[in-house]
């Protein structure tokens, strides 16, 4: 079995968990689970910890504790947003409402080039795109290339990695859009509460169960959730054929 889950920050305003529920959750992958990166060899219980759009609080807070609990993550990076380096210090970065980080990221509200390159040298971040500028693609006069291609190339030049996987923003797309992601990526990642046996995904696309607002640290895991999440992962497999 395997279980991708979606996350996006900690103790924020919204889209985020409280970070004392979320170390226990940690603390529950850890006796339970091995955390996988896609292309991973599979064991038995596997879970693929994800975040979205990277922003500051994950070097800050997340980070942090994927090193006491020895887990990986994959990071989605939209990289237009990301600066190279900052002299702000970490209040200043965080002190930012979630509605508001996008439009302020000149100052450094999202992690910087150089806290990406650390995170990666330790073994336990890999770097994925969120597209460049983090919009719908299924919008009207997207450019495709630049949002799915030049994000890749920037991403790769500038940590010196190989991004093999794209996390589709707010997770929309159509035919097209998986058809040239999936050109250019070997792993698509979207939202949709449903879960797999491995990284081939359900009709191409690796759904992700949403982990935010967790009430307590075992939540989608409990026995009726997972239950929930394989039947969706069924009749996904069956509407889409």
Do not use: W
């Amino acid at each position: 079995m395997l279980i991708n889950v979606m996350y996006h920050h900690l103790n924020s305003d919204r889209c985020s968990n409280d970070a004392q529920i979320f170390e226990q959750h940690l603390g529950y992958i850890k006796q339970n689970f091995t955390s996988v990166f896609p292309g991973d060899e599979l064991g038995q219980k596997n879970i693929c910890i994800t975040f979205d759009d990277a922003y500051a609080d994950f070097y800050h807070l997340v980070f942090p504790l994927l090193q006491k609990y020895d887990l990986k993550a994959v990071l989605a990076v939209p990289s237009k947003y990301i600066l190279d380096d900052t002299d702000l210090s970490m209040n200043e970065r965080l002190n930012f409402e979630h509605n508001d980080l996008f439009d302020n990221y000149k100052k450094a509200t999202f992690c910087t080039f150089k806290e990406l390159s650390e995170m990666i040298k330790s073994g336990l971040v890999q770097i994925a795109s969120h597209s460049h500028s983090h919009v719908v693609l299924t919008d009207e006069n997207v450019n495709l290339d630049s949002e799915l291609a030049v994000s890749k190339q920037i991403l790769e030049q500038k940590l010196g990695i190989k991004v093999e996987s794209f996390f589709l923003p707010y997770g929309k797309y159509n035919a097209e859009i998986l058809s040239k992601a999936k050109q250019i990526y070997k792993y698509v990642f979207r939202i949709g509460n449903a879960i797999s046996n491995d990284f081939s995904g359900i009709n191409g696309v690796i759904y992700r169960v949403k982990g935010d607002g967790l009430k307590s640290p075992v939540e989608i895991f409990l026995a009726k959730n997972i239950f929930k999440y394989k039947i969706k992962a069924m009749l996904k497999r069956f509407i889409n054929k």
